[in-house]
């Protein structure tokens, strides 16, 4: 049986709502940042249109998304919270 983290051991993540799909943010991200960046930076896309980012690194990933031209509409500690305007 698999022994769950703590909540003190997880990844804090911070979600952010775009205006560009999957493919184009990755592009931008491995464009910017590289491989290394991209996988401390921990993108996962939980819904269209979210990309969940590791807390340490949401400044970085912001960065490669306005320099390709990728809108941020919101930025949010939950994914609620970047769903409600």
């Known amino acids: 049986m698999e022994k769950k983290l703590k909540p003190s051991m997880r990844e804090n993540k911070r979600y952010l709502l775009v205006s560009a799909g999957k ?7 491995l464009d910017f940042i590289g491989i290394l960046g991209y996988a401390k930076s921990g993108v996962s896309f939980p819904c269209s249109g979210i990309v969940a980012v590791n807390r340490e690194e949401i400044d970085r990933v912001r960065a490669a998304l306005v320099s ?8 949010s500690g939950t994914i609620k919270g970047v769903k409600n305007n």
């Open 23 to 29: 493919e184009e943010v990755e592009k931008a991200i």
């Open 68 to 75: 390709a031209g990728i809108l941020i509409k919101r930025v």
